[in-house]
Each structure stands twice: as structure tokens, then as C-alpha cells.
């Protein structure tokens, strides 16, 4: 698309929100309450930042990135038999759909990011220390920036989500060094032009999730040598997951540098830099695999985070669930309730977790000399689960979980609901639903409908409590079902996607959360 024309559309699409925007404020349910003190369960403050997420090359129409090609030769399941897959969820063409549904959950913040690939379409472009963007993809980012601030919600906005520009791969990828100089040129040109409008930033998605899923796994785009080429290579320091890893960090510690000087040339109020990182636990059943389990749990969650503890602002963790161990790889337990994408559901060891990274960072202060406490956003949480069964509890339980944390002194800020709408879920395609709105794909239109959990998040974000008949109710949904088929997009390995779900029961299992009593 020729800069003219993306400055065109979004001119259009800007007077339209502002159409939307009017009509639908004044039509939006009022959904703050008076709530009974007495039926409270969880309670969180007024400075705590309830907010939704999404990704450029999950939403984003129009974009010729690393993952379209991909999909195009057969990388990616759920994709070939949908209908426009290529349009997302027209994200670039229509942001005000996904950020008007956003809004009127009555979140403050939103997380989404800026393409490296769509800003910088010509490498030979960067220069030394600078980049030059298109300038029709900064407008329109400019635009949807804009959009997300009249509606009452902070940007937080991602630098690199999963998706390496085309013009990468060529480089060798993030086992090179010089795609970190890359990265590093192309941060300062996006902060210069956003700059004034953001004061949060995330340099960096996942690094770890990138580079075991790309370089090790070899199920992503990026790979190397081919899918499963190179399983050892999480063997640190030399497997290419480790390079990769330190070329990550290297570039979210120089851009970490680079935007706060930026910021205090310019004299703009002082940036919130962090990261967003995927934080997991490996679950043994043998006593090989404990010793698995243990290097796993080190590798996958301090690894990165130690090489860039002493350049955060704040420190974003992702919390989807945990993996059971089966040898060198994972297995479905037919005991065990799971998300579609095949993740064992344990809000458990997301309160373990945050623990465990408060206890590093802020207690023992690896890495951090004698800084001030490390604040930490729970960047993302979510389950994929088109049935919408247990998303409600999901998301009742694992807000126990994290208030529990806080409860005990983890400076968690703000929790992030990943997402809006069903979307492109990477190699797994469109089979999995994340969202709290889904989607039906149509040749003419995406339709979309609000599930129940989109009133129940949106009931918690405007009142910030979690209310005794919530959590009731969200488990009587669930337990009204069990035994019952519900969709499921993986293998019975739990290692494959598929093209289409298939039928899983729902478990007759109890994993609400309780400090006292865990669950595996």
C-alpha cells in the first residue's frame, strides 16, 4: 500500500471513530454498580492498571510480514481453510472496532505494538544510527495511538512482537549481531516520532518463546535449519536459543539507554522501559525429569531476565499456564483441564511464580545492585476457549492468584487481559479463541459477538473488585458443563495444532486457586 493512500484511509477512518466514539460513549451500559462491601472478594485500588492487549501481526490487516509467507507455504494450521485469513482483524483498515470494544470494558491501559517490518519495508534504509520510516505507516500509527488516548486508555506500546521484518531472515536472524544494531536504529526513530505520545514501552515479546520456538523447535518462521533442526540448542552458551537470547537482551539493553535519552533530550516526562517476558513451569512425574524440569525452569525464566535486570522500569510477565513433562517432550493429562492450545490451567503457580520473580529481583536484587524496587505488569493472561466455559473462572481465579502475591508484597501494577477479539494465534492459526469477543470470519464482514466473560471483565475492570457471585457463578457455569465436549486445537501429544478442533471434555477437576493446597 503506497504511503498516499495509507495517509488517506487513515484520515477516513480517524473522522469515523470520531463518529463512533460519540454515538457510542453516549450508548455504552454503565456498568460501575453499587456493590455490596459484604460480597467482595478481591479489592484493588484505584492506581491499579486493568487493560487488553493485542499484536500487530495478530490483528493487523494489510501487512507483509515474516508470518503471512509463512502461512502462505503451509507453516501455519488453522489458516488455509479461513476465510480472509490474510485480513486479521483489520486492525490497520478499522482500529476503532477492536479499541471501542476495549473502552467500554472500562480499561485504563492497552497494549499493542508498532510493526518493525511495516515502519522499516527497506533495510538499506538504515543507515549508522538512523532509520527511515514510511511515513505513511507512522501516521496512521500516530492515528491509532490517538484513538486509544481519546478513549480514556494509556498506550503501552510493544517494539518487537514475534514478528522479525521479511528482510531479516536474509541477516540470519536474532543469531546475528547485526540485527540488534538493527533493532537499536529502528527503536530510536519510533521513539522520536511516538515518543511524545507513549510513556510506556515494551522493547521486547517473549524473547525466550521467540527463540526456543523458532531456532530450537524450528515451528516458527525464523527457524533456521528447518523444523526440529535443532533441539540442542537450548544446551547454553553456545545453542543458537542462547545466542539468541543474549542478542535480545543486548538490544533491549541499549534501546533501554537509547529511549531515556531520548526522552530527557527532549525534555519529555520520565519512559516506563520494560520487557514482556513468558514466565512457566515444566511439571515432572519422574525423577529424570525433575532434573529436566529444574534446568527448564532456569533456563526459561531467568536466562534473559538476569542479562537485563539492571535496565528495567518495570518488569512485564506473561502467565498462560504450565507444560506436563513427558520425557523430552510434553503430554496431555486426561486428568488435568487445559486451555485449546493445549496449556495445563493452574493459577497456582501463577502466584508461585510471582513470587519466585519478586524474590530475584527485588528481595535478593540479582543484578540490580542497590535500585529501587522493580515493579512488575502482568503483560498478559488468558486461555484460549471458544466455549467460554472456563474463561470466567480463569479469569476469577488467577485474579485471586496475583492478589494473593500482591497480598504478601509483589509490586504487581497492573494486569492485562490477552484479548479483545478471537485472532491469529501464530503457527496455530485461527483455531484457538482468545478473545472475549468472538469472531465469526465472513466473506463480506468479521462478525462479532460478545461472550460472557467480555460483562464479567468488563464488571471488574469499572468496579475494580471481584465480587463473592462472580466467582460463584463462574463456577457454576463450569461445573454445569463438566464432562461435556468442548473445542480443542492440539494433537493428543500435546505438540501439533490442528486445522480444525476437536472434541476434549470438559475435566471433573477442582483447580481453583488455594495457597494451601497446590496442584501439579
Known amino acids: 500500500m503506497s504511503a498516499r493512500f495509507q495517509i488517506h484511509l487513515g484520515q477516513f477512518s480517524t473522522l469515523i471513530f470520531k463518529v463512533f466514539l460519540l454515538l457510542g460513549l453516549a450508548a455504552a451500559p454503565q456498568l460501575r454498580g453499587q456493590v455490596n462491601t459484604q460480597d467482595i472478594l478481591l479489592s484493588f485500588g484505584d492506581d491499579f492498571m486493568f487493560g487488553l492487549a493485542n499484536a500487530p501481526a495478530h490483528v493487523e490487516d494489510h501487512l507483509d510480514d515474516i508470518w503471512l509467507g509463512f ?32 473502552a467500554e470494558t472500562g480499561a485504563k491501559v492497552f497494549r499493542f505494538g508498532v510493526d518493525w517490518g511495516r515502519l522499516v519495508p527497506d533495510p538499506t534504509k538504515c543507515r549508522q544510527t538512523r532509520c527511515e520510516l514510511d511515513q505513511g505507516a507512522v501516521s496512521r ?16 506500546v510493544t517494539l518487537f512482537h514475534h514478528s522479525t521484518p521479511v528482510w531479516a531472515k536474509a541477516m540470519g536472524g536474532w543469531v546475528s549481531e547485526s540485527l540488534a544494531d538493527q533493532f537499536v536504529n529502528f527503536t530510536r526513530q519510533a521513539v522520536l516520532e511516538f515518543g511524545s505520545l507513549v510513556k510506556y514501552w515494551i522493547t521486547l515479546n517473549e524473547p525466550s518463546v521467540y527463540s526456543f520456538l523458532s531456532y530450537s523447535a524450528g515451528v516458527w518462521p525464523d527457524r533456521i535449519l528447518g523444523p526440529n533442526r535443532d533441539p540442542l540448542s537450548i544446551v547454553c552458551p553456545r545453542g543458537s536459543y542462547c545466542v539468541a537470547n543474549r542478542s535480545m537482551a543486548d538490544a533491549h539493553n541499549r534501546a533501554y539507554k537509547l529511549i531515556h535519552e531520548i526522552y530527557s533530550a ?40 538476569d542479562l537485563i535486570a539492571g535496565n528495567l522500569d518495570f518488569l512485564g510477565l506473561n502467565y498462560y499456564g504450565v507444560e506436563h513433562m513427558d520425557g523430552l517432550g510434553i503430554k496431555m493429562r486426561d486428568d488435568r483441564e487445559y486451555s485449546e492450545s493445549g496449556r495445563a490451567v493452574s493459577p497456582y503457580h501463577f502466584y508461585t511464580l510471582l513470587k519466585a520473580y519478586h524474590k530475584r529481583y527485588n528481595i535478593e536484587k540479582l543484578n540490580r545492585d542497590n535500585r ?15 466455549s467460554d466455559l472456563i474463561r470466567p473462572a480463569y479469569i476469577v481465579e488467577h485474579l485471586k492468584a496475583m492478589k494473593a502475591a500482591m497480598d504478601e508484597g509483589v509490586p504487581v501494577k497492573g494486569y492485562i487481559f490477552w484479548t479483545v477479539s478471537d485472532n491469529w494465534e501464530w503457527a496455530d492459526g485461527y483455531c484457538p479463541k482468545f478473545g472475549l469477543v468472538a ?35 463462574a463456577w457454576q ?23 480444525a478442533p476437536v472434541a476434549r471434555k470438559l475435566v471433573d477437576f477442582d483447580w481453583r486457586f488455594s495457597k494451601s493446597s497446590p496442584i501439579d
Request: hydrophobic fraction near 40%; glycine fraction near 6%; charge should be negative.
Open 266 to 305: 527532549n525534555d519529555w516526562s520520565k519512559p516506563q522501559v520494560g520487557i514482556a517476558h513468558n514466565m512457566t513451569r515444566h511439571i515432572p512425574s519422574s525423577i529424570v525429569e525433575r532434573v529436566q524440569a529444574v534446568y527448564l525452569f532456569r533456563l526459561w525464566n531467568w536466562y534473559l531476565p
Open 439 to 473: 469472531v465469526d470470519r465472513t466473506p463480506d464482514d468479521l462478525v462479532r459477538e460478545k461472550r460472557g466473560s467480555y460483562d464479567l471483565f468488563s464488571a471488574i475492570a469499572t468496579d475494580r473488585v471481584v465480587t463473592v457471585a462472580q466467582a460463584d457463578r
Open 372 to 386: 529501587a524496587e522493580l515493579p512488575f505488569i502482568v503483560t498478559e493472561n488468558g486461555i484460549s476457549d471458544g
Open 477 to 499: 457455569l463450569l461445573e454445569s458443563h463438566i464432562g461435556k465436549d468442548r473445542p480443542f486445537c492440539r494433537s493428543a501429544d500435546g505438540y501439533y495444532a490442528l486445522d
Open 141 to 156: 500509527y500516530k492515528e491509532i495511538i490517538g484513538m486509544v488516548r481519546e478513549l480514556g486508555m494509556e498506550p503501552i
Open 71 to 102: 502461512a502462505e507455504n503451509g507453516g501455519v494450521r488453522a489458516y488455509q481453510n479461513q476465510v480472509r485469513p490474510q485480513d486479521r482483524l483489520e486492525f490497520w483498515s478499522h482500529p476503532e472496532i477492536e479499541l471501542r470494544l476495549a
